[in-house]
């Protein structure tokens, strides 16, 4: 881990350059004016954030360091048919793209860190099992800052410069740690509260599906796909954005990632997947497993009409059907070719925009990744759909914790935008 510190070091120097040129030469610098409705309407489209790891374009999608879902796929290390998540780690901390002896290097680190705290396992072996996994999720994660490095640190002489250091390494405990505190609590709440221990010979997504109690490499190559995926999407969705805000403050990447995981639980936002596997099922159970395209057209009209949003379509930036959607689709066509609920989901995607389009309210009638994951999920036997709000979290640990380091690499300040109340806006906008 010594060689990411010095490929590290060197990077933040030079990106630390351009923030300094971007805030002393070009401060002053216009790049968009701010609209009433932009407010209004949750800061959709206002550039506010400066970000490493990952941009997402409306009409091309996700981009890890520049690179696609695809270009990610053919060009990292990879165990079977997908890319090791410890490769997409080291892409999106150095920009990247690893050698097999860094992955392995990657691996080996996140393995050694695996293990959890006695306090965190006995706190979540005394939640209620009704206890949302979400909410047990945000609590095993809250509970490792006990050894948070950069509260340790903050607290002696270190410099700001080197504020990174410790988040670095807190930030590879949490993404290694995360896995087990997830077994657990699937473990406890729908088996039979028996984890297998990590697996130190494993990669983190093998050692991530053993404890889950899968022995599938499918479900192992599954569960990198899906991780991978999910690991980051750009600096303003609800999870990512809590977790740098709550970060700015100087918190650890514990309470700070904790506080993102409070909003990945949303239903417009994480939690999406698991209403979308409910509502695909309760769609089989009314059409059956070979339905008609206007079955499907009908059942959709039916719950627009009750008010309800199709969960798993629409996205607040994209304009396209979502890249993550398409990957899983592929591996589905490869994996499942002839799984009935999977089919199901293709066939929605024929179907659903054109409903959407004709309903005219969707700015994107298109499909999200969450339109998917769950029918994966659920094919390969992990049926809990209150439990893939959790794998999402765990996969969103990377992009959060990268970005964290970077945040603190950087030396970004306390996040703090201005407020006005409604009467104070509408008296500015009288006056317009
Ligand atoms: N079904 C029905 N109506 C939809 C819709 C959908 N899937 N997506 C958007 N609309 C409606 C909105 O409810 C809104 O109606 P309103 O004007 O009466 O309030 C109108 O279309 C305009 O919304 P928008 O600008 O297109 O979307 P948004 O940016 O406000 O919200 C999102 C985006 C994702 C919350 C929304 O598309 C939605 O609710 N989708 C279903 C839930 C979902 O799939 N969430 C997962 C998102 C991905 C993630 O974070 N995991």
């Known amino acids: 881990i010594t060689e990411l510190h010095s490929i590290l070091e060197h990077k933040i120097a030079s990106r630390l350059e351009q923030v300094h040129r971007l805030k002393y030469t070009y401060g002053s610098v216009k790049i968009e004016d701010i609209k009433i409705e932009q407010i ?4 959709r489209g206002m550039t506010t954030q400066l970000t490493e790891t990952s941009m997402l374009d409306p009409e091309y999608g996700i981009r890890f360091r520049g690179l696609s879902i695809e270009e990610c796929q053919s060009k990292l290390p990879k165990k079977y048919t997908q890319p090791y998540v410890e490769a997409m780690i080291w892409l999106l901390l150095t920009g990247e793209i690893p050698s097999e002896s860094q992955v392995e290097t990657m691996r080996k680190e996140l393995a050694s860190r695996s293990f959890l705290p006695m306090h965190t396992e006995e706190m979540l072996n005394s939640m209620p099992t009704s206890l949302h996994p979400m909410s047990q999720l945000s609590m095993g994660v809250l ?3 006990h050894r948070s490095q950069f509260d340790k640190l903050y607290n002696s002489s270190i410099k700001k410069k080197a504020y990174w250091k410790p988040m670095l390494d807190d930030g590879l405990d949490l993404i290694a740690k995360i896995p087990k505190i997830a077994a657990i609590i699937y473990r406890n709440t729908y088996k039979d509260r028996i984890v297998r221990k990590p697996d130190s010979s494993a990669d983190l997504a093998e050692s991530f599906g053993r404890m889950l109690g899968w022995d599938d490499k499918n479900f192992y190559d599954l569960l990198k796909l899906y991780i991978n995926i999910h690991c980051d999407h750009e600096a303003g969705n609800v999870s990512a954005h809590t977790t740098h805000v709550v970060g700015s403050a100087l918190c650890d990447i514990f309470k700070s990632y904790s506080a993102g995981l409070n909003g990945l639980a949303g239903p417009l936002h994480g939690l999406a997947n698991q209403e979308c596997l409910g509502w695909l099922l309760n769609l089989k ?4 497993d070979y339905p008609t395209d206007q079955a499907i057209a009908d059942y959709v009209k039916k719950t627009l009409s009750s008010g309800n949003v199709i969960p ?14 398409i990957a899983q689709l592929k591996f589905a066509g490869q994996m499942l070719p002839n799984n009935a609920l999977c089919n199901l989901v293709a066939q929605c995607y024929k179907v659903i925009p054109q409903v959407l389009k004709e309903q005219g309210k969707a700015k994107n009638p298109f499909p999200n990744v969450d339109a998917h994951s769950g029918a994966l999920m659920y094919s390969f036997g992990l049926v809990e759909n209150d439990f893939y709000t959790v794998l999402f979290g765990v996969s969103r640990a990377i992009g959060c914790s990268v970005n964290l380091v970077w945040d603190r690499a950087l030396m970004f300040p306390l ?3 201005d407020g006005l109340t409604i009467t104070t806006m509408s008296e500015v ?3 317009k």
Request: some cysteine; aromatic content about 6%; hydrophobic content about 30%.
């Open 40 to 43: 209004v309407k949750g800061m």
């Open 415 to 417: 996040e703090r935008p």
């Open 285 to 288: 159970e009314n059409v059956g």
């Open 312 to 325: 798993g379509y629409g996205h607040a930036v994209l304009r396209i059907p979502d890249p993550r959607f």
């Open 429 to 431: 906008c009288k006056k």
């Open 143 to 145: 509970s490792l800052g």
